[in-house]
């Protein structure tokens, strides 16, 4: 009892008291100093692993600090620490890759924090891009890890890299309508949208004979941040104009033909038989 309450020892405990006391403190500056520096002169994503960078080696720091105070030696440590090393080295190569390819993606830079991205089904917004992965935020705010050998390996789609996005709406209209009528509604409606950009121009393309509709690609462009309300308003804006032109929005539908391609077989409805039920029957002139 007396051993642990020397005097020797007390001053030990104050020593290493004071250490800590002033050290982690300091650290934490240190680590919101880096992360905000870094942060403002690069990318939010350098001042996350500056921050980290700082804060781990100046924790690895005091550790040996305080190993030092205690007396105790770094060198059968340091042996010990080799072998586990080797250990692990073969059993973590898998983490290894993901820190190797970390280095790809901070050199590459193919997305940063809060940029919105597609990973193989899944998108979401990045919060994280650290040593071993990138964490992301889905839109129904799910938590999604994705290891960094895997965005390396994969396609990454980076939906905000640029100011401003382009919206491929598909739109179907009857043959009997005319195509160019169809073509300046569709300009006039991107022209009252409010998230439509009037530059680049909106683009109408002649996409395809569908089975019953004649089928239009509507190409109009949005500023990042409206893209989602431009996706949704522009496909109202068309109903309802549509609606109000009397354009017709076809429903798939089949035609039959008695052996010739201008006649169609003709269908009557018959009258209610005795049983109530309406039939039809086919008659060929």
């Known amino acids: 009892m007396e051993t642990y309450f020397s005097e020797e020892f007390l001053q030990l405990s104050f020593k290493i008291a004071l250490i800590l006391i002033i050290t982690i403190p300091v ?6 100093w880096a992360r905000n520096f870094f942060t403002k002169k690069y990318a939010p994503h350098y001042g996350m692993l500056a921050g980290k ?5 100046g924790l690895i720091i005091l550790v040996v600090t305080i190993m030092g105070q205690l007396g105790i030696s770094l060198a059968p440590l340091l042996g010990a620490a080799g072998i586990v090393g080797i250990a ?7 983490s290894v ?6 280095l790809f993606l901070i050199a590459e830079q193919p997305f940063k924090v809060d940029d919105i991205i597609t990973v193989n089904n899944t998108t979401g917004v990045v919060i994280s891009i650290d040593v071993l992965s990138a964490k992301l935020r889905t839109f129904d ?18 939906l905000t890299r640029f100011p401003i996005r382009r919206f491929n709406a598909k739109v179907s209209v009857a043959y009997k309508e005319d195509i160019s009528k169809v073509k300046e509604i569709l300009m006039d409606v991107a022209d009252k949208n409010e998230f439509a950009l009037s530059e680049p121009k909106p683009i109408i393309l002649f996409d395809a004979f569908g089975a019953s509709s004649i089928d239009l690609l509507f190409l109009v462009w949005a500023p990042v941040s409206e893209f989602l309300q431009l996706r949704n308003t522009i496909q109202e804006d068309i109903k309802a104009r549509f609606d109000e032109e009397g354009i017709e929005i ?5 035609s039959l033909y008695s052996g010739s391609a201008s006649k169609a077989i003709p269908i009557e409805i ?5 049983s109530g039920s309406g039939k039809f029957k086919g008659r060929n002139k």
């Open 250 to 254: 076809p429903f798939p539908h089949v």
């Open 97 to 102: 890759s993901n820190i190797i390819s970390g």
């Open 27 to 32: 650290l934490f500056l240190l680590r919101g």
């Open 141 to 158: 705010n799910q938590f999604v890890r994705i290891p960094n050998e895997t965005l390396i390996k994969t396609e990454v789609r980076n």
């Open 88 to 94: 692990l080295g073969f059993a973590s190569q898998t």
């Open 53 to 57: 960078l700082v804060f781990y080696t």
């Open 270 to 274: 018959s009258d209610t038989d005795s």
